[in-house]
C-alpha cells in the first residue's frame, strides 16, 4: 500500500513560481514510478510530468516544458514538481500519482497506468 500526500500549492500571480512536493509513506518508494496529473472542473484530468522510478528519466506535457520540473528524493520518498513562470492557465489541482514498476527507465503518461493517488492540492494563478 502507499498513501500519498501532497503539500505546496496555493495563490500566485502569473510569472510566480510554486513547488508542489508528493510525500509517501512506506519503505516501497524506490519501486515505484511517479507521475502529476492536474484536473479543473472544465476538464479531464491532464498528464502534466513523470519520472522513472530511479529518477533518471523524465518526461512532460508540451504546455509545461521548460516550466516545470519533475525530481524526486529517495532516500525522503518525496517527488516535486517545480513550477515557474505560472501562467492562468496553469490553475487546477494537482495530484500526484504512484505505479509500480520492476523497470528502472519506464514512467507513465496515462491515469490508468497508476495505482495510487493522492488527494490533491489547488494551485491558483491570478493574471
Known amino acids: 500500500q502507499v498513501q500519498l500526500v501532497e503539500s505546496g500549492g496555493g495563490l500566485v500571480q502569473a510569472g510566480g513560481s510554486l513547488r508542489l512536493s508528493c510525500a509517501s509513506s512506506g519503505r516501497t518508494f524506490s519501486s515505484v514510478a511517479m507521475g502529476w496529473f492536474r484536473q479543473t472542473p472544465a476538464k479531464e484530468r491532464e498528464f502534466v510530468a513523470a519520472?522513472?522510478?530511479?529518477?533518471?528519466?523524465?518526461t512532460y506535457t508540451d504546455s509545461v516544458k521548460g516550466r516545470f520540473t519533475i525530481y524526486r528524493d529517495n532516500g525522503k520518498n518525496t517527488v516535486y514538481l517545480e513550477m515557474n513562470s505560472l501562467k492562468p492557465e496553469d490553475t487546477a489541482v494537482y495530484s500526484c500519482?504512484?505505479?509500480?514498476?520492476?523497470?528502472?527507465?519506464?514512467?507513465?503518461?496515462?491515469?490508468?497506468?497508476?495505482?495510487?493517488w493522492g488527494q490533491g492540492t489547488q494551485v491558483t494563478v491570478s493574471s
Open positions: 500519482a504512484a505505479a509500480w514498476t520492476y523497470d528502472d527507465r519506464l514512467y507513465y503518461v496515462k491515469p490508468n497506468e497508476y495505482s495510487y
Open positions: 519520472i522513472s522510478r530511479n529518477g533518471a528519466s523524465t
